[in-house]
């Protein structure tokens, strides 16, 4: 079973629209966790990362993420996307010697 | 900055060949992670190695088998491919092992596009 779940497959937003994909993960340890972006043809890069202390994660191209631990969730959001940010989206949480990805979402933003 | 350089970038080959890609991680990475990623699907770990010793084992194919090298670098052998094998493969490094820590991150390179035909 998929230990990292993203239930939004496909997300469709105009944009300016606000942007919130879900993760949840269900490791029991030491939670260090991930989200990475790829882009048509390009490879994984890292947005944010969230190891322990403030549950909200600031990362890069103004994305951010929580960590609820409750809820053993850590969703992803942008209050404003752009086209650019069309990409397929990876949740992922490491197990020390791995990382476990997420099924993906693939994001499409129209002008 | 340097990052990872995985060679070749694309690969085409007939089944039952063998492929060989190799990856060159960020200068002072000690662990390399390989990962298959099929059409549409998420990234898939392979294999992992930490100074050159194999540290964990994912789904990964008894036709296959990787290494380190002295220099860091790692290859990943295939050999009698499938059709099932085109995949994008992966590499990612990092550096200080499997310890829990704030500044751990994978860095994974531009990937190797396998096709068999």
């Known amino acids: 079973a998929q230990s990292v779940s993203q239930h939004n497959h496909h997300v469709i937003l105009s944009e300016a629209a606000s942007l919130e994909l879900g993760c949840n993960y269900s490791y029991g340890g030491t939670v260090n966790l991930f989200w990475y972006v790829q882009y048509p043809g390009q490879h994984l890069q890292l947005l944010l990362k969230?190891?322990?202390?403030?549950?909200l994660v600031k990362g890069i191209k103004g994305f951010e993420a929580e960590f609820i631990k409750s809820k053993f969730s850590f969703n992803l959001r942008k209050p404003s996307v752009q086209w650019s940010d069309t990409a397929e989206y990876f949740c992922a949480e490491r197990r020390p010697d791995k990382l476990i990805f997420g099924t993906g979402t693939r994001l499409q933003v129209f002008p | 900055a340097a990052g990872v350089i995985q060679s070749p970038r694309h690969l085409i080959k007939e089944k039952r060949e063998t492929a060989t890609l190799k990856c060159y991680p960020i200068p002072r990475h000690d662990t390399v992670y390989w990962y298959q990623q099929g059409p549409g699907q998420d990234p898939q770990f392979l294999i992992s190695f930490y100074e050159k010793m194999q540290s964990d084992k994912g789904s990964i194919p008894d036709r296959f088998s990787a290494q380190q090298f002295s220099d860091y670098h790692s290859e990943l052998n295939m050999s009698s491919l499938e059709l099932g094998d085109s995949a994008l493969y992966f590499c990612?490094?990092?550096?200080?092992?499997?310890?829990?820590?704030?500044?751990?991150?994978?860095?994974f390179g531009p990937g190797t596009r396998l096709t068999v035909t």
């Open positions: 969230y190891f322990s202390g403030d549950p």
């Open positions: 990612a490094s990092s550096s200080g092992g499997t310890g829990i820590r704030p500044t751990y991150e994978q860095y």
